[in-house]
């Protein structure tokens, strides 16, 4: 047990390294992501080379954020903050890692449904590890759309509270994640 005064403020480098970077890997995803469905080809190919080989590494770099915080709890609310903001963000955050764990997931088992060749950063086939299937593509390509509409609407809200927070409140819930505050 830590004494009083003594807790951390702030999330540790790890923690913030982990959510910038996935932060910046998704964001990239969901604008490139969208421009798939118009593109034909070698550019399309290419581009899902890219996309898969990004999922995978989002896939790997959440499974490990979500080790490290079972390890490193995050630090504690902020005494000012309200008990229903305290929930929304266990709530939001929570839904981060189901999300971001998740799309990753639909996009490999939608990479085995297609008939054409999904290779991430051409390293190896995931479209060949089960039969095509148009239909299941179909219902798969839904999901993992719908579920990056969530992840985009979840993180607009996570953006606006942090701004809110930073800009209205002022109270340091921004700077406790940012890269360059002293932990």
Sequence with gaps: ????????????SI?????WVIAFIVFSMLI?????????GAEREQMIKFHSGLGLIVLILMVSRLLWRFRHPPPA?????????????????????????LQPIL????ATSVDY???PFGLFQLS?????DPDRANWLQTLHG???????????????AALLHHFREKNGVLRRMLPFAKN
Excluded: C
């Design 32 to 40: 490139f992501g969208r421009q798939l469905e118009n593109m034909v």
């Design 77 to 101: 609310s902020l005494p000012t903050i309200a008990r229903w903001q305290r929930y929304t963000a266990v709530f939001v955050h929570r839904a981060f890692y189901l999300l971001l764990i």
């Design 117 to 119: 060749s999904v290779s």
């Design 1 to 12: 047990m830590s004494n009083p005064g003594t807790e951390k403020m702030n999330y540790d």
């Design 128 to 132: 060949s590890w089960i039969s095509d």
């Design 107 to 110: 996009g490999i088992l939608l």
């Design 15 to 19: 923690a913030k390294t982990l959510h």
């Design 146 to 160: 719908i579920n990056a509409n969530l992840i985009l609407t979840l993180a607009l809200v996570h953006i606006g």
